[in-house]
C-alpha cells in the first residue's frame, strides 16, 4: 500500500483465448471480480512484433464483454 492505495495482482496463466464459454472459466471469473472492485488497472504485457500478446487482448475482449 503506496499513498493509500490497494494493489491486487492477476496472474494470466489459464487464462483462456476467447470464446464464446469463456465467461464460465474460473480464471475469467477472477478477473471480472478484480475489474468490479478497482478504481483504476495497469496492465503491463511484452510487445509481440508491434502489438500485445494474445493473452492481454483475450482478457480485454473477456473483461468488456
Not at 464460465?24 to 475489474?35: A, D, G, I, P, T
Amino acid at each position: 500500500e503506496y499513498m493509500g492505495a490497494e494493489v491486487r495482482m492477476f496472474d494470466p496463466r489459464g487464462l483462456p483465448l476467447f470464446d464464446q464459454e469463456s465467461h464460465e472459466n474460473e480464471k475469467v471469473q477472477e478477473l471480472r471480480k478484480l475489474s468490479e472492485w478497482s478504481e483504476g488497472q495497469v496492465w503491463v504485457s511484452p510487445e509481440m512484433h508491434g502489438a500485445i500478446s494474445g493473452v492481454m487482448e483475450a482478457a480485454d475482449r473477456l473483461d468488456s464483454s
